[in-house]
């Protein structure tokens, strides 16, 4: 079930607010370091650098997964970085945050499926992983003094025998099940949307899914012009392995809610589309983005 | 006092013969589907042939139970591989994964003998050929297992590979055509299973071009 980023600890009087806030600096040096409060700080930073990160988005049906990003790029010269990694077949990451961090995750994701699979010859359960993920991963990073938490949140999406499913992985080593989830930057944007919507997702259609998710997406654009080079989109389900949408498919989708603006600004639209079309060609098809990591 | 041999072995061996032929823009790779151990059948209808990638596909002979173990590997590698580089193996870089492979356990082999047929890079046809320890080349077509004594002699009267010690370096490919290729497999195959106690059943066949991959089964002697 949907809900808002789950702190670890509660706060019920302002003062120790007020005091926690004096004493952060004391105990933030260290992640073995509590502080008075009960507080890891360096978890909490970590969790907020996932907030930095540009926008990914879970939504699941009975039968499907679809995960999306946002394609932000660091300058106008520079390509996009990779947020959704395939897993296996049947599991796919989304990440928000230090995408270094993410690859290192994904690759060691990759390489627990390919694991079971050669000693079980079946898939691997996406609860399976995720647990995995959090206590190997992910908790060893918060009580060894040597190590930093990742500063990476992990959107897991995948199908198995009990059905379809999202889970969201925090740096601190907590996971949760989702019906739908937002992270990254303008994330509360897309998640007051998920909310709205949220109840229906598990009858909805393939098709309405993705639908959804590019809306979603558009919620943290904030006043941009929704376009198919600015999001990546995957889908899994039942009878379909893990696969990115190719920028036609999107745009497709896209023209079905957006149809005045591109009809306005036709003339100086088409021009810029054209020219970027070349360079954002390999964006949500994947084939031309340097396989950078590993 | 003479030295105590031990009366168990790790091996067993299954029989059975693979053969693979490379063609200009075709790969035919071809393996009877009798599975045996001693003088007995264990089943007669057991496929030696293993698609690793799009364009390399695994025939071998042996011990099944290695053979089977060594398959798992490549699947596992490949799909790592898949991962880093976002694209399918080509069939020579498989070719030199299943020999570091299979040098890998040098000192405990994987009892297989191993044929690789697939298309290389430019899309004509390639087969390497390996020993159990790994030790391979690229040829233009070979025959692995019991019945390869009987089969490779023939190949070379009918395929005559060029020695690889001539200048210019020439192709190894064989300048039959596809329907050509399959129909050599299918007559080697029958004359085999006559005299080798451990072939017959049925044959299974399978040509791999750029489009696609095509299985042809033919019965053959089961006596």
């Known amino acids: 079930h949907l809900s808002l980023r789950l702190s670890l600890y509660t706060h019920s009087f302002d003062e120790e607010e007020e005091e926690a806030k004096m004493f952060r600096n004391q105990y933030d040096t260290d992640v073995t370091t509590w502080s008075p409060t009960g507080r890891l700080f360096q978890v909490e930073y970590a969790m907020e650098a996932v907030k930095q990160g540009s926008a990914a988005i879970g939504l699941r049906s009975r039968s499907h997964v679809v995960l999306a990003s946002v394609n932000k790029a660091q300058s106008e010269l520079s390509s996009h970085q990779r947020k959704i990694f395939k897993v296996d077949d049947h599991i796919g990451v989304a990440i928000a945050g230090l995408t270094a961090d993410g690859r290192v995750l994904s690759r060691y994701m990759r390489s627990e499926s390919i694991n079971h699979s050669f000693t079980y010859e079946s898939p691997l359960p996406v609860g399976r992983l995720v647990v995995r993920l959090a206590d190997k991963a992910q908790q060893v990073c918060t009580q060894r003094s040597w190590k930093r938490p990742y500063g990476v949140g992990l959107l897991v999406g995948g199908l198995d025998e009990s059905g379809a499913h999202l889970y969201y992985n925090c740096p601190s080593g907590n996971y949760f099940e989702y019906q739908a989830f937002a992270i990254g930057s303008r994330s509360q944007a897309a998640k007051t949307y998920l909310e709205r919507r949220f109840e229906s997702f598990n009858e909805s259609s393939r098709e309405d899914l993705i639908k959804d998710a590019i809306l979603a997406i558009r919620e943290t654009l904030q006043g941009e012009t929704l376009k198919s080079s600015l999001c990546t989109v995957s889908v899994l389900g039942v009878d379909e392995p893990f696969h990115f949408l190719d920028q036609d498919s999107i745009q497709k989708v896209i023209d079905t809610f957006e149809k005045v603006p591109e009809e306005e600004e036709d003339g100086g639209e088409a021009e810029a589309e054209a020219a970027a079309a070349p360079a954002e060609q390999g964006g949500a098809g994947d084939q031309d983005v340097a396989p950078m990591e590993m | ?223």
């Open chain 2, 1 to 223: 006092m003479t030295k105590q041999h031990a009366n168990w072995s790790p091996y067993d061996n299954n029989g059975g013969t693979c053969v693979a032929i490379a063609g200009s823009d075709y790969c035919v790779i071809a393996a009877d589907t009798r599975m045996s151990t001693g003088y007995s059948i264990l089943t007669r209808d057991y496929s030696k042939i293993h698609k690793l990638a799009d364009k390399a596909v695994l025939s071998s002979s042996g011990f099944q139970a290695d053979v089977k173990a060594l398959q798992k590997v490549l699947k596992s590698r490949h799909l790592v591989y898949q991962h880093q580089h976002n694209k399918q193996m080509s069939c020579p870089a498989m070719a030199q994964l299943l020999s570091n492979t299979l040098y890998f356990k040098r000192f405990f082999p994987y009892y297989a003998f191993n044929v690789l047929g697939g298309l290389d890079e430019q899309g004509k046809g390639c087969v390497f050929t390996y020993d159990a320890v790994g030790s391979y080349e690229k040829v233009g077509y070979s025959a692995q297992g019991s019945g390869s004594t009987l089969i490779m002699p023939f190949l070379d009267n009918q395929l005559k590979s060029p020695s690889p010690l001539l200048l210019p370096a020439q192709d190894a490919i064989t300048p039959l055509s596809e329907p050509e290729a399959v129909d050599l497999v299918k007559t080697v195959f029958a004359s085999a299973t006559e005299r080798d106690i451990y072939t017959g059943d049925k044959l299974e066949i399978m040509i791999l071009k750029a489009d696609g991959i095509r299985t042809e089964v033919m019965e053959l002697r089961k006596d």
